[in-house]
């Protein structure tokens, strides 16, 4: 468990732009410095984990695997990043508009202001036994020079305002500057002891002592030459007017990311192949490198790929009304989403194989296939220059003036989902159980009943056999959906000619609907004990009961 943890971070930044007009160009160019100074304690542990076997051997005591920090250390880290820009809009004539520019990013990489920095080494694949400590955490800064080409345009395609092309393309990166979240737990500043089969009773573990016999250094590291992740995007899309005071937006919208970061295990053991090509581990497998337990590791392989189509329509009419309405089909593939399980609850944070992360490729955990909205507002006739009540008391006009209703109705497929097991039947030492089960080739029955105490069929599955992987794809499952109407109602007045006042009663969820939560993805606690009787039961929702708030405020 975290504990104890903080962090001070302080931000210097400058930056500035310059714009040039000279005929058909509008040029724009700016540079970007920030300095980072990051102070923190965020070694977890602190108080110590422990993980059980199963339920019996938590009521008897006795512990699979205890990780502790008994001596935690204060880092303080430091980077400086910077940008530079250049942008052309270029006018080509009056129906097409190009927009083509530049950027370039950098970093001094990843360094510590007392020459703490700790990271460990990788050898022909294997994590070396003591880590490397200097200024920097890493042995090649790959963010000297990361450029960044964008295009885009705007094409009126008869000249008559009525029809418009619009795409682009861009390259872009997103710097590495969170690394101390997890380099604030390597040792030998921040180290985190394990000790494997151990009994509760004897789980005393004191700041600056000599780690008990038995007990391995779970590191905690980062890909010592770690790229910086990057991503392709790219767009078309065409706007049609269809109708005075309508238009219509059909358009597609794709990307392609690549050196992403992924979370795994550097120091699993060594498996064989069954002659079917089935990675084995055997009974008693040692770690790649016996002397460490197993990590907690970042490294930039993972990938992803979306591509959806995007549809839009717009009406505005003379009376106040206007509505929007869209709809995007989608499909997000990935083959990791998260850097641990904290921020993804739909979806394992580690990789079920380090050896080959792409047999986690499936649909991300924010892959979402169909999504629609219809959202409106409408401004109530009531007042000076409108149909009603334009000529009333005061008391009537303090009431009924200025009133504007809004609306927003959503209803979206759920959230894909992993069926998992709570054991690791593997026996390659790591506990945070990224292994899926099997599927069961004998059943023919609903996968997904879609009640609350059983969401999807348990049966669907059958545990790996020891020493193996499961079959059944990352997110094979897809979760609840969700469908919601929210209203408001906004009465702006004037009370002075300086001083406005704002009143809003905001309803969430109307209709009251209940949205549900993923279920439990956990089908096997362990290899003996059967289905789990909980496997598949929603016990939340994702969105709240009807909600309603009333705010007030005054402008001047």
Do not use: C
């Not at 795409?167 to 737990?185: K, M, N, P």
């Not at 390597?186 to 600056?208: H, M, R, Y």
């Amino acid at each position: 468990m975290g504990s104890n943890n903080k962090a001070a971070r302080n931000l210097f930044t400058f930056d500035d732009h310059v714009y040039w007009s000279r005929g058909r160009h509008q040029v724009e160019a700016g540079a970007w410095l920030q300095r980072i100074q990051s102070n923190d304690l965020l070694a977890q542990y602190q108080y110590g984990q422990a993980s059980f076997s199963n339920l019996q051997s938590f009521l008897q005591g006795t512990v699979k695997t205890f990780t502790v920090v008994p001596s935690p250390t204060e880092l303080g880290w430091r980077m400086l990043t910077g940008a530079a820009f250049i942008e052309d809009t270029f006018k080509v004539n009056k129906r097409l508009e190009i927009r083509a520019g530049f950027r370039s990013e950098s970093t001094n990489g990843w360094n510590e202001s007392q020459g703490r920095a700790s990271n460990y080494a990788v050898v022909d694949g294997v994590l070396q036994t003591d880590p490397i400590i200097g200024s920097s955490a890493l042995t090649t800064n790959r963010a000297k020079f990361l450029p960044e080409p964008r295009v885009g345009f705007a094409w009126d395609v008869w000249g008559n305002g009525k029809t418009a092309v619009r795409g682009g393309f861009g390259l872009y990166y997103g710097l590495l500057d969170t690394l101390d979240y997890r380099l604030d737990q390597t040792a030998p500043f921040n180290t985190a002891q394990t000790l494997s089969n151990v009994a509760v009773s004897s789980l005393q573990i004191t700041p600056g002592a000599t780690p008990p016999a038995g007990s391995k250094i779970s590191p905690s590291n980062i890909q010592p030459d770690i790229e910086t992740p990057a991503v392709l995007n790219w767009s078309l899309r065409i706007e049609q007017q269809v109708a005075p005071h309508t238009s219509l937006t059909v358009g597609y919208v794709g990307s392609h990311s690549y050196h992403q970061i992924l979370s795994e295990d550097m120091n699993e053991p060594v498996p064989t192949y069954l002659a079917d090509g089935t990675v084995f581990y055997p009974a008693g497998s040692k770690n790649a490198n016996p002397a460490l337990a197993n990590t907690t590791s970042w490294v930039s392989q993972g990938v992803g790929l979306y591509n959806s189509l995007v549809v839009d329509v717009r009406r505005s009419f003379s009376n106040g009304l206007q509505f929007r309405g869209n709809y995007t089909y989608s499909k997000n593939l990935d083959d990791g989403s998260a850097w641990n399980t904290s921020v993804s609850g739909n979806t394992p944070g580690f990789v079920e194989f380090p050896l080959n992360p792409k047999l986690d490729w499936g649909p991300a955990a924010t892959d979402v296939r169909h999504a629609a909205s219809v959202n409106g507002s409408y401004e109530l006739p009531f007042g000076p220059k409108r149909r009603y009540l334009q000529h009333a008391s005061k008391p009537v006009r303090l009431l009924a003036y200025g009133w504007t209703a809004s609306a927003i109705f959503a209803v979206q497929t759920g959230f894909p989902f992993t069926p998992q097991l709570g054991y690791n039947p593997t026996g390659n030492g790591d506990t945070r159980n990224p292994v899926r089960p099997n599927w069961n080739p004998d059943f023919n029955g609903d996968l997904y009943p879609r009640s609350v105490n059983q969401y999807f069929n348990p049966a669907a599955f059958l545990p790996p056999a020891t020493g193996t992987y499961g079959n059944v794809s990352r997110d094979a499952l897809t979760g609840p959906g969700l469908t919601q109407l929210d209203f408001s109602a906004t009465r702006n007045a004037h009370l002075t000619e300086r001083l406005g006042f704002q009143f809003r009663a905001e309803f969430f969820n109307v209709l009251n609907h209940t949205n549900l939560s993923t279920p439990n993805e956990v089908v096997y606690s362990s290899a003996t004990s059967g289905i789990s009787p909980t496997a598949g039961l929603v016990t939340s929702t994702s969105t709240t009961s009807r909600q309603i708030q009333f705010g007030a405020k005054l402008q001047f």
